[in-house]
């Protein structure tokens, strides 16, 4: 089986042990063989987005009998470079009633909480870049800092339908964090710790021979859990028909309206790098994390895993083109009055159980 894990921590230590011996003291060797591990995951998750800009292109070419992109390399496949160069290079405007500081710093603070989020997720064996014992917690409370950066971009653009995109954002992200994290208590009850990847860890194995023991296979508890938590993150990262902050129908592209050129594409590198943070959370969470079936051993760990966060990634991209925007009002009112209620009613379950299993 070919584990990236051990082969990268092997790397690692011939790299730091050939710096040592150029003289390089101990620290400044490992200081360097972190900041190389670091640069690897900004590169990483700054490709993920121009590979779901292009999935979800391609997708939805396929629910409306299209093409997609098709020119631009094979298939179409070197667009979203295409795109990404085209909006480096694009002017970048600032209006002139806009606060100036704010507007340049809100597509930055919306951005840069998304690579500390990566830092605790269980890519396989081996690939835990930090394993925190508080991984869960660690990630809401890094990613709710994105909202701040929502209301920046709304108010420093000086702009009414920006104002009004950022505080419909700011309403809409506050208010779904608290079901999705309610959704999640179900999860720590059962495993008694909030580390990604002891909860991947202990989803390992099966029922029977057969069921894997993954938290979404817990009756009830695990479905109410799991559709929580996925409706809440489709709410959290502004996608269909969850995306009142930007209703292009309504507020023409609502707290990113101003923004033009790299700037702009700051606010999409976030979105959709949120979307695979949120997928990956979920198959730590509720499908197991890199455990799968056996296959001869022949697919390692980090496949397993990245196929099944891929697999709701398409969930996210299938709703959009799907589902209508929700009205402004409904969609509160859906947060409050049902998701909520449930995520406690689910708690409670959850509590019932643990005490039953005992």
Same mark, same amino acid.
């Given at each position: ?262 700037? /702009?594409?700051?606010? #999409? =590198?976030?979105?959709?790098?949120? !979307?695979?943070?949120?997928? +990956?959370?979920?198959?730590? &969470?509720? @499908? ?45 009112? /859906?947060?409050?009055? #049902? =998701?909520?209620?449930?995520?406690? !009613?689910?708690?409670?379950? +959850?509590?019932?159980?643990? &005490?039953? @299993?005992?």
């Amino acid at each position: 089986m070919f584990e990236l894990g051990p082969i990268l921590s092997h790397v690692f230590q011939v790299l730091q042990t050939w710096v040592i011996g150029h003289g390089v003291p101990p620290l400044g060797a490992w200081i360097l063989a972190k900041a190389i591990q670091v640069g690897v995951i900004v590169l990483l998750v700054s490709l993920i987005p121009m590979v779901l800009v292009y999935a979800e292109r391609k997708v939805s070419a396929f629910m409306q009998a299209r093409l997609g992109p098709m020119n631009v390399g094979p298939y179409g496949i070197l667009q979203t470079l295409a795109d990404g160069i085209k909006l480096i290079f694009k002017e970048d405007i600032i209006p002139i009633g806009s606060d100036r500081i704010v507007h340049i710093l809100a597509p930055m603070v919306v951005v840069a909480p998304v690579f500390i989020c990566f830092a605790p997720l269980p890519f396989g064996k081996g690939l835990v870049p930090i394993d925190l014992d508080i991984g869960v917690l660690f990630i809401f409370a890094v990613s709710g800092v994105s909202t701040i950066g929502v209301l920046m971009a709304g108010w420093g653009s000086g702009n009414k339908f920006s104002m009004l995109g950022g505080v419909r954002g700011a309403a809409q992200l506050v208010s779904y964090e608290v079901p999705r994290v309610l959704s999640v208590v179900p999860v720590l009850m059962f495993y008694g710790t909030q580390s990604l990847h002891g909860i991947a860890m202990a989803q390992q194995g099966r029922w029977f021979g057969v069921i894997p023991k993954w938290f979404i296979f817990y009756p009830v508890i695990g479905q109410i859990a799991f559709l929580i938590f996925l409706i809440a993150s489709v709410a959290e990262t502004n996608r269909t028909p969850f995306d009142i902050p930007e209703a292009e129908s309504e507020l023409v592209a609502g707290f990113h309206t101003e923004f033009s050129g790299l700037k /702009f594409a700051l606010f #999409f =590198l976030a979105e959709y790098a949120y !979307v695979f943070v949120s997928s +990956a959370m979920a198959v730590a &969470l509720f @499908l197991g994390g890199d455990d799968g079936f056996s296959a001869g051993g022949i697919i390692p760990s980090w496949l397993w895993f990245i196929g099944k966060t891929f697999a709701i990634v398409f969930l996210f991209l299938w709703f959009r083109w799907t589902f209508p925007r929700l009205r402004v009002d409904r969609l509160m009112q /859906f947060c409050w009055q #049902f =998701l909520l209620p449930w995520s406690i !009613v689910n708690i409670g379950l +959850a509590g019932l159980a643990v &005490l039953l @299993l005992k």
